[in-house]
């Protein structure tokens, strides 16, 4: 069995990445220090439903499905914590049997602070964001280049590293001329957000590894997800993944179905003509997959753009409110003062072929695939906090 790690097993797309892969025939091993968790209670943002904890998610997969999952819990930016997990020294916090996987062949990396308004709270938060984002990738490139350099690693980056500049957004790289010379470089990154710019340094931090080291590395630009069930979930309700529609780790898709079902007007921020590549929670599961399956080259940075449709936030307000509205709920759209910088009209067309290229089917926003999502987040009514919605962390 192919040996896979995954660095930040706890959160929003890390678990159902672990039961996916666990699922088809894959050694697992999780990764997590309970940040997303942590951050959720401190800063009191609610949750749609109370999840369990990992040790308890990993023992209820193994009850029903007989496949473990095995955990640690340790806090990645410790340098010795990575490392032991390439020298077999690392102590599991549960598995059922006891026996060291052996080196990973691939390394899925998820452990990330991945909210760009926790990042702009204040000056704290700032540096929570750079010390954990820069430090595990660090970690993650000299354990790769002290233990096992032929591990591939695919990364969770974020179309955000090109903000929206007023040209065509090629898939990572762009060919140059300048002054009749030619070369390629990483295409420009300009994010808007210190969480963002974390993503773009991690690029940075995996291209030096890759020309010094030869790793081989694929680093997946990946738009906002939306989602709840996967295949893997719907077994047992208490594998479902933690769903966040609060400012600060909900994402807009999820936030407004929540907001259509509590009544609460659709939080369009500003114009609303900000545009965003988006997928499916299963289509991050197939995008991950597919890489997998179809390495990085060794002293290859391999760069996927990982989105399968762009809409803006108007379109998402009107389409929720046209689904909401034929499921009988008043959904009512408002136009917030942004709280966030960031161009409100802009020039948006992103390449995304190259997951296609290796075998990805998309999936698309569909009125069903919105109204599925309704009929699961109505079961949970009752726990919406409306309180948690907007709070207007500023820029
Ligand atoms: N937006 C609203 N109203 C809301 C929430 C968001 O109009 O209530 C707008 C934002 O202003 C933004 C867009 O919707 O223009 C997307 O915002 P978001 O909060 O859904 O996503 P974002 O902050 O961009 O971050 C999310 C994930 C992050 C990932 C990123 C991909 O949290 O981890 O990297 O999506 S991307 O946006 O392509 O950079």
């Known amino acids: ?49 109370p999840v369990p904890s990992l040790i308890e998610r990993a023992t209820i997969w193994y009850k029903k499905t007989g496949k473990e999952i095995k955990v640690v819990i340790g806090d990645l930016s410790d340098p010795e914590i990575i490392r032991s997990l390439f020298q077999g020294t690392i ?21 990330e602070q991945p909210s760009a308004p926790y990042s702009l709270i204040n000056y704290k938060y700032a540096n929570i964001t750079l010390s954990n984002n820069l430090l595990v990738t660090n970690n993650l490139m000299f354990a790769l280049r002290d233990f096992s350099r032929d591990t591939h690693v695919v990364h969770i980056g974020t179309m955000g ?15 140059i001329e300048h002054n009749g010379r030619k070369d390629k470089f990483l295409f420009p990154r300009q994010a808007s957000s210190l969480y963002h710019t974390t993503k773009i340094m991690d690029t ?12 081989c590395i694929t680093d997946l630009m990946q738009g906002p997800v939306y989602g709840i069930e996967t295949e893997d979930s719907i077994i047992d309700d208490r594998l479902k993944t933690i769903f966040n529609y609060d400012e600060i780790f909900g994402t807009i898709i999820n936030r407004f179905i929540v907001q259509a079902i509590v009544d609460y007007p659709l939080t369009v921020y500003g114009k609303g003509g900000q545009t965003r590549g988006y997928l499916n929670i299963n289509d991050t599961l197939q ?70 290229d290796i075998g ?13 999502m309704f009929s699961v987040v109505k079961e949970f009514k009752e726990n919406i906090r409306k309180d948690v919605i907007f709070r207007g962390i500023k820029w």
Not at 163 to 172: L, Y
């Open 287 to 356: 995008c991950v997959h597919t890489s997998e399956k179809t390495p990085a080259r060794k002293g290859e940075l391999r760069i996927f753009n990982q989105i399968m449709e762009t809409f803006s936030a108007n379109d998402i307000a009107e389409q929720i409110q046209r689904v909401g509205q034929n499921l009988g709920y008043e959904v009512k759209i408002n136009h917030l003062e942004n709280p966030r910088k960031e161009a409100e009209e802009h020039y948006y067309n992103p390449a995304y072929q190259g997951l296609i």
């Open 91 to 111: 102590e599991y916090t549960w598995c059922a049997n006891k026996k060291f996987s052996g080196l990973p062949v691939t390394v899925l990396h998820y452990a």
């Open 204 to 215: 940075d931090l995996m291209w030096f590894a890759v020309r010094m080291w030869d790793l």
């Open 161 to 175: 590293e090109y903000g929206t500049p007023n040209i065509d957004i090629e898939e990572g790289w762009l060919d």
């Open 1 to 49: 069995m192919a040996h896979i790690l995954i660095l930040g097993g706890d959160g929003y797309l890390g678990w159902p990445t672990a039961m996916y892969f666990s699922n088809r025939g894959y050694d697992v091993t999780v990764v997590d220090n309970y940040f997303r968790r942590n951050a959720c209670l401190e800063l009191d943002v609610g949750m749609l439903y």
């Open 360 to 372: 990805v089917i998309p999936h698309y926003l569909t009125d069903d695939i919105m109204t599925g």
